[in-house]
């Protein structure tokens, strides 16, 4: 029964992993399931769990960031030099 907790929770986390939640708090959210995680798979891994968890909230928030940025730029960019004719 432990083991089938265990994978549904890491199930549910792999399904997390995606950038709908690389938002605000993504420490938060990925370690908090990361402790249940954690929690799950043993006695102690709560909070090794949580602390991997952590990580990879931060690591995806940063990659939303840049990404965000990114557009941001290249739409201010498009909108400073506005497209010109192409001449045949």
């Known amino acids: 029964m432990r083991r089938l907790s265990a994978l549904a929770v ?3 986390l792999a399904g997390a992993a995606g950038p709908a ?3 605000e708090g993504g420490c938060l959210k990925y370690g908090a399931a990361g402790a249940v995680a954690g929690h799950m ?3 102690g ?3 090794a769990g949580a602390a991997a968890g952590c990580a990879l ?3 995806e928030r940063n ?3 840049k ?3 990114a557009q941001q730029k290249a739409t201010a960019q498009q909108q400073q030099s506005p ?3 192409k001449s045949n």
């Open 10 to 12: 890491l199930t549910l």
């Open 21 to 23: 939640l690389a938002e």
């Open 41 to 43: 798979v043993g006695s």
């Open 45 to 47: 891994h709560g909070v």
């Open 57 to 59: 909230g931060a690591h």
């Open 63 to 65: 990659k939303a960031e």
């Open 67 to 69: 990404k965000d940025a």
């Open 83 to 85: 497209a010109q004719p």
